[in-house]
């Protein structure tokens, strides 16, 4: 393959340890997809406008169609002793067609290429990611109407608060996920801009038509400003912020499973298929696939506040620090698609313990706040009632007993209003049916959300 792009101005070649230092085709090779597809889309543009003539136009078609072709196939590989992807394929074309290869770049700069390639495969990347949220929002439907009525303790502080509905809880986290999907979906729009055009930039001399380059690439607007659109990393950055939105969502549910399948909660049982052994310890089942994506959650955020901190301090427009964008956008994708494939399947494998779970309903004054509410209902004001069941828990705590253990001329010494119908609001399944509001735990609040939920996911 020939020598370098910009090699005219230069009386010697470069240091060989510069050239390894200088060079992104170990990473960026994988833009190849995204290199060709722009590249093309340029060739046709330049065959319209009379730029280069329609044969040449065709030619140059057919020899990037080949080297597709050659690279999906394995026939054609990468030399990483080149600089970049972009090189790699101009030299590539030259191999094939001779000179005419090299009409390909006329009016079109690396940095309008690179940023061009980047944007589309952030496109593809949105796509397949918000594909597999979906997936996965499938899964926790599932799983949440395969327990529909199972009663789980809530907690704040991870101290047992109140009777809830298992699926109500498992529907928090896909209402999480409907808003990651909802960021992606508006960071796609502004991603999916066009800044092929602006050359180096200044802009292109030549009658680059890039309204019929925007409709090739399916791309949904224009860039206004060609020094911005050279060095506008934000689509990137928005894309990391999503992801490490996405991921620490992933992180709190990971740490859920992790807890819950504790001896200590021993609330669920993650199938075998998704657990590691111990090396010395016989009887270790241990959680690793949700505590990997934990662990992956700090990688994801380490990715964003690298690429802000290359961007913070750069002046306009291109600069080779913004080569550091690759890795860890490339990271960032991977490590977002690879948790949530293996994530759908391990939840779909989840068994919740529910003997378990019903002894933990029952123990912890979970019915607390019904009792205060209870004694609301039969005048006392709020403030009141939250001191005096209090009182009745510390006194419940020196007896060894739960509030519907104590009988009635137990509680009665606590208040005359108490009589025997307080014992329906010490009942957890009855304190689940008293939050049919919208939005809260009630069984047939949770129905309709899960039926909502249903008809979210065809669409």
Not at 86 to 103: M, Q, S
Not at 152 to 166: D, E, F, K, N, S
Not at 224 to 231: H, L, Q
Not at 361 to 374: E, H, R, S
Request: charged residues 30%; hydrophobic residues 40%.
């Amino acid at each position: 393959m020939g020598g370098k792009l910009w090699g005219g101005r230069f009386k010697t070649g470069t240091d060989e340890r510069a050239d390894s230092f200088n060079a992104s085709i170990h990473f960026d090779k994988r833009l190849f997809k995204e290199d060709i597809e722009g590249s093309m889309a340029y060739c046709k543009m330049l065959g319209k406008q009379g730029i280069i003539s329609k044969d040449e136009s065709a030619a140059i078609l057919n020899g990037l169609e080949e080297i597709d072709r050659e690279i999906e196939g394995g026939d054609l590989r990468f030399d990483e002793s080149l600089e970049d992807i972009h090189t790699y394929v101009e030299n590539a074309l030259i191999e094939r067609i001779g000179p005419l290869g090299e009409k390909l770049h006329t009016g079109r700069s690396r940095n309008d290429q690179i940023a061009l390639d980047t944007r589309l495969y952030v496109r593809n990347s949105i796509i397949r990611i918000i594909h597999l949220i979906k997936e996965f929002q499938v899964s926790l439907v599932e799983l949440a109407e395969k327990n529909h009525d199972l009663i789980i303790p809530g907690y704040t502080h991870l101290q047992r608060a109140q009777p809830v509905l298992l699926a109500h809880h498992l529907l928090a986290y896909y209402e999480m996920l409907k808003r990651d999907t909802s960021r992606y979906e508006e960071a796609l729009k502004r991603t999916n801009v066009l800044p092929l055009g602006s050359a180096a930039l200044a802009g292109s001399t030549f009658n680059v038509d890039r309204e019929f380059l925007s409709r090739e690439l399916h791309m949904q607007g224009i860039t206004a400003n060609s020094i911005d659109a050279v060095s506008d990393r934000d689509f990137i950055i928005e894309f990391m912020f999503v992801s490490a939105l996405l991921m620490m969502h992933f992180s709190r549910l990971c740490e859920e499973l992790i807890i819950w399948s504790t001896q200590e909660f021993d609330f669920v049982e993650i199938s075998d298929a998704f657990a590691t052994g111990s090396s010395i310890m016989p009887q270790k089942k241990n959680p690793d696939i949700p505590e990997l994506i934990r662990g992956k959650t700090g990688r994801v955020y380490g990715n964003l506040i690298s690429l802000l901190t290359t961007m913070k301090g750069l002046p306009l427009a291109y600069n080779k620090d913004m080569q550091e964008d690759k890795e860890p956008l490339f990271d960032t994708a991977d490590t977002v698609e690879k948790s949530l494939a293996i994530l759908s399947p391990l939840l779909k494998e989840v068994t919740f313990k529910k003997e378990a779970i019903k002894r933990a309903v029952g123990q912890g004054y979970l019915v607390a706040t019904d009792l205060a509410d209870y004694l609301v209902t039969k005048g006392m004001t709020f403030r009141q009632a939250h001191h005096l069941v209090g009182e009745m828990i510390l006194s419940a705590q020196k007896k060894n007993k739960e509030l519907h253990q104590l009988d009635l001329a137990e509680m009665k010494r606590f208040s005359p209003l108490i009589d025997d119908d307080v014992y329906g609001w010490l009942d957890p399944s009855l304190c689940i049916e008293r939050r049919n509001i919208h939005g809260g735990t009630g069984s047939k609040t949770v129905k309709n959300a899960l039926n909502n939920a249903r008809e979210e996911l065809k669409t």
